[in-house]
């Protein structure tokens, strides 16, 4: 199994392949699917070997290409239920800042808009993905929004959106989420996050975060 990060401005998408066929967890603003493709199509991939686009919550920058990759792979469209409403009706969102640079930063991330999308697949809290044609579990961890969810692959990483941040100074130490809709549960899915005590965590912003990093966020 292979994990690629398909990086721009603002968060980074990743595409999961394991000789089978592949998923796309999460898909950059809008006007990104262009670098995704490249990238199935360096791994060796076509468009039609994809067979899931999760989303690990509704945000812009993780939802911005979904729809121009759905229609160029086939594949279906998932996200948690509690963000599915959201998605639906696309939009602008209230970011809820966690310190003083994400409240600087907000300004100019309010301005993106969430395309309107209707999913294809609804998850629950807990989810076999291969049922859906995708790779690993999913489970979720709210609080940076209500539906937020992480991906658990079979080599124990673990894909988890923006429940976790890199710093930024030091990109690869696990950090809380720099926007939450509740701090409470975020602070508690960080600590589900670490109890799987992965071996990789890949975030959509700051980088591949240390397991010893992440292992320290089960302290209070």
């Known amino acids: 199994m292979t994990v690629y990060t398909v990086k721009n ?3 980074s998408a990743f595409l999961v392949t394991d000789g089978k066929g592949a998923m796309i967890v999460d898909t950059g603003v809008a006007g990104r699917a262009p670098a995704m493709l490249r990238q199935i199509a360096d791994a060796g ?6 067979r899931l686009i999760l989303l690990t919550h ?3 920058d993780h939802s911005g290409s979904a729809l121009e990759l759905r229609e160029a792979t086939g594949a279906p469209v998932a996200i948690h239920r509690d963000d599915a409403d959201q998605l639906r009706r696309g939009g602008r969102v209230d970011l809820r800042p966690t310190s003083l640079v994400p409240r600087l930063m907000k300004v100019m991330l ?3 808009e ?3 999308i209707e999913p ?3 998850l629950g809290d807990e989810e076999d993905l291969t049922r859906h044609g995708g790779i690993g579990r999913s489970f979720v961890t709210p609080g940076h929004t209500p539906g937020s969810t992480c991906v658990l692959l079979p080599d124990n990483s673990i894909l988890a959106g923006d ?4 710093g930024m100074m030091r990109a690869r130490i696990a950090r809380k989420p720099m926007f939450a809709t509740d701090p409470d549960a975020a602070a508690r899915s960080m600590r589900v996050i670490a109890g799987h005590a992965p071996v990789t965590v890949y975030v959509g912003h700051g980088g591949h975060l240390t ?3 992440v292992g320290a966020l089960q302290c209070p």
């Open 9 to 11: 401005v603002a968060s």
């Open 45 to 50: 991939l076509r468009p039609a070997d994809v």
């Open 58 to 60: 509704h945000h812009a």
């Open 110 to 112: 309010a301005k993106a």
């Open 114 to 116: 969430i395309p309107a």
């Open 120 to 122: 294809d697949i609804i």
């Open 163 to 166: 429940a976790l941040s890199g």
């Open 211 to 213: 397991a010893s990093s």
